[in-house]
């Protein structure tokens, strides 16, 4: 296969990664299925974890053979407020489903199925923004539903509504087992991975990274202490703000947070304004969509925290233990998946152990060393979109064999 052109990167550059025998039993599995058309349903197209997957997947699975489309949703702030609350209520807040509430969600799913020609082979919806378009097309084949959230203690409310259209498909797609839920249909379970070659994993030199972090105006002259989240309560930036107070008692350091503020996620305003406020010249607060400053950000960390209260999985965990650099992360959903704790990171569950973490890393280099080298490896075993996209041909063919 000849290496495609305009950034698009082949699964032969994954070799020098994860082997010639993978990449061997990748391309002989795209093979098997060249013949089927898949489509992913989304609500946005940038900004969280599954855009960051479904962008660099939908292209990978179309260059080894697999005809895959990505069509995102549209609706009123409304309707985003309200599949925001779905959202918090699957992990666990308590939210308010009412009748007009649920009425408005349902109409513009049927407004969306109007637009959308979804006749493909395999229909993959992902998340509960899109979920009722099942509803409302006889179907040719299999449609299965990937849920990202953290669904270990989902509200009950929540629960019961949306359980009867999640019964409609013929798979759900979780990415932990410890999110299997009673449900009337098969249950899989696939963990996230990255894109080692996108804009925000790729390489960079010294100086690439200094020449992005001046243009931002982040300051080097003391360690760096990052987060990049979605402004979330669930990301509880609050606590990381706590923490690093704590840690400056007796080592200073500067504390960035990042993030973008998506499409779907109304409540996103809300929470940047009341971070915001606690910004200092040592606790900056960056809203914006820059996947370069992201990488030269986790580069030039010294700590990179996702101190999460609630974490479905947290592809920017497995983005900085990629780039070597250590992180400390709440001892929550997917993150307890990629850190072993004391090993390639830490794991906390509470602010004071967070800042008692990040001491010791910024005290210890030799232990950020070893840390990073030990994250990026288990990165290398376990959390690379070919893995990923593998998981994901093994699904599709195991309901054309009719094993599912």
Known sequence: MATPTLGLHSIEEYRPLIGTEAVGR??????KLGDLTTVNVSSTQYGGGVAEILSPLTLLMNAIGIETGWRVIEGRPEFFAFTKELHNGLQGGVVDVTEEKKRAYEQILFENSLRMHLEHDIVIVHDPQALPLVQHYQRSGPWLWCCHVDL????????????????????????????????RLPQRFIM???????TINKELSDSEIARVLKQHGIPTDLPLVVQVSRFDKWKDPRGVIEACEVVRRTVDCTLVLVGSKADDDPEAATILESVQVLANERTLVLS??????????????AVVLQKSIREGFGLTVAEAMWKGTPVVGGSVGGICHQITDGENGFLVNSVPEAAERILDLLKNPRLRERMGANGRESV??????????????DLIASFRAGSS
């Open 26 to 31: 990748i391309l002989g599995k795209a093979e």
């Open 288 to 301: 914006v969509t820059d996947a370069l400053l992201v990488n030269a950000l986790q580069r030039r960390a």
């Open 152 to 183: 270990s203690t989902p509200d009950l409310v929540v629960w019961d509504y949306l359980k009867p259209m999640i019964e409609r498909y013929d798979a759900a797609v979780f990415s932990l087992p410890e999110y299997a839920q009673n449900l």
């Open 192 to 198: 996230p991975a990255i894109n080692p070659f996108s």
């Open 380 to 393: 290398r075993q376990h959390f690379l979109l070919s893995r990923y996209l593998e998981d994901w041909m």
